[in-house]
C-alpha cells in the first residue's frame, strides 16, 4: 500500500530568527556528529587499502540496500513519484556521486582530520546559495555563528596551507566536495518532495551510486577489496553500514526539518569530531590551536542553535 504524498514545508518562506528550533533535529546534528565525525579516519583505515572507486561503491550499496530494507520493513512503498524523479536524478548526482568522488579521492592525498576541514567550509557556500535561492535571511545569530566557525576552520587549516601548496589536488577535489554537498542541500530544500526523508535517502544514495559502481568497475580495482588489512577492513564495514545508512537517513531529516543555513552551520562539529578521532585512531598530531577551534566551534553552535531560543523566552 502506498502511503499519502508527504507535504514538505511551504517555499521560499525562512523560519524567523526567535522559532524554537525542532528538538529532534538537536539530537540528529549531535549523532551525526559522532558518527560523520568518526567516520573520517575510518575511511582513511579503507582507501589506505582499496582504491576509492571500489571503497565507494560497497559503500553505496550497502547505504542504498540498507535504507531500502528499513522502508520496507516499515511498510512502505519504494515507487518514485513521477514528478520526483527528475529532481531525484539531479539532486543525487550534485549531491551525493559529486560529493563521495571528490572527498574519497581526497582524502587519499591529506590527512584525514584536516580533510574534514576543508570539507566542511560547506555551511559558508551552503549559506550563500541559501539566501540567493531560498531567499533565507541570514540572521544576526547565524552570521555570527558561521563566522565564528569558519574562523576555527581557518585555525586549523593554518598549517597545513604550505602542505597544501604542494599537493593542491587533494585540497581542490575536497573544496569541490564542500561545494557539491551544499549545492545538494541546498536543492533539497528548494524541491517539493513527495517522498519522505527515509525513501528520499534510500533513491539518493542508488541512483547517486550508480556511476561510483559503474567506476569501480571499469575505472578501479575492485580485487583490491582482498588487500584490506584488518583495521582498513574495520573501517570499510563502519563507514558502510552506520554513516552510509543511518547518517543519510539523519541528514536528509535535518534538511528536512532546519533551514538549510541552519543545517549546514550545524555540521561544523563533524570536522571536531573528525580531527579528534583521526588524532586518537590514526595518530594525527594535535595541538593548541585544535583546543581554540573546539572553543569557536562549540561557541558558534551555541550561538546558531541555542542562543535565539533563550533569547526569545526572556
Known amino acids: 500500500m502506498t502511503p499519502p504524498a508527504l507535504t514538505p514545508p511551504a517555499l521560499p518562506t525562512p523560519a524567523p530568527a526567535f522559532e524554537p528550533l525542532p528538538r529532534q533535529g538537536y539530537f540528529l546534528l549531535a549523532s551525526l556528529a559522532l558518527f560523520w565525525g568518526t567516520n573520517w579516519p575510518a575511511m582513511k583505515l579503507a582507501v589506505a587499502d582499496m582504491d576509492p572507486w571500489t571503497f565507494r561503491a560497497i ?15 516499515q511498510g512502505l512503498s519504494l515507487k518514485i513519484p513521477r514528478e520526483d ?29 584536516r580533510a574534514s576541514i576543508i570539507a566542511f567550509t560547506m555551511p559558508l557556500w551552503a549559506s550563500i546559495l541559501g539566501v540567493f535561492f531560498l531567499k533565507e535571511r541570514m540572521t544576526p545569530s547565524r552570521v555570527v ?19 597544501l601548496g604542494g599537493a593542491p589536488w587533494g585540497a581542490a577535489m575536497m573544496l569541490a ?30 541512483i547517486g551510486g550508480l556511476p561510483v559502481v559503474a567506476g569501480s568497475l571499469f575505472l578501479g580495482r575492485p580485487e583490491s577489496v582482498f588487500d584490506l588489512t584488518t583495521p582498513g577492513a574495520l573501517g570499510a564495514i563502519y563507514a558502510a553500514l552506520i554513516p552510509m545508512i543511518y547518517c543519510h ?33 590514526l595518530g594525527e598530531p594535535l595541538g593548541a590551536a585544535d583546543l581554540v577551534a573546539l572553543a569557536l566551534v562549540v561557541t558558534s553552535l551555541f550561538v546558531v542553535m541555542v542562543l535565539p531560543s533563550l533569547m526569545a523566552r526572556r
Open 85 to 113: 524523479l527528475k529532481p531525484l536524478i539531479v539532486t543525487a548526482f550534485v549531491n551525493v556521486t559529486c560529493w563521495q568522488v571528490f572527498s574519497a579521492f581526497g582524502l587519499t592525498m591529506m590527512a584525514a582530520g
Open 177 to 206: 566536495a564542500a561545494m557539491s554537498w551544499a549545492a545538494g542541500t541546498v536543492m533539497l530544500k528548494a524541491i517539493r518532495w513527495r517522498m519522505d526523508a527515509l525513501r528520499l535517502a534510500a533513491w539518493q544514495l542508488a
Open 145 to 163: 555563528g558561521l563566522a565564528l566557525g569558519l574562523l576555527a576552520l581557518v585555525i586549523l587549516l593554518a598549517p597545513e596551507f604550505g602542505r
Open 249 to 281: 537517513w539523519a541528514w536528509f531529516k535535518i534538511v528536512e526539518l532546519f533551514p538549510a543555513s541552519v543545517a549546514a552551520i550545524g555540521t561544523l562539529a563533524i570536522p571536531v569530531v573528525g580531527l579528534f578521532s583521526s588524532a586518537l585512531v
Open 59 to 73: 559503500c553505496f550499496v550497502a547505504g542504498a540496500g540498507g535504507l531500502m530494507l528499513v522502508a520496507r520493513v
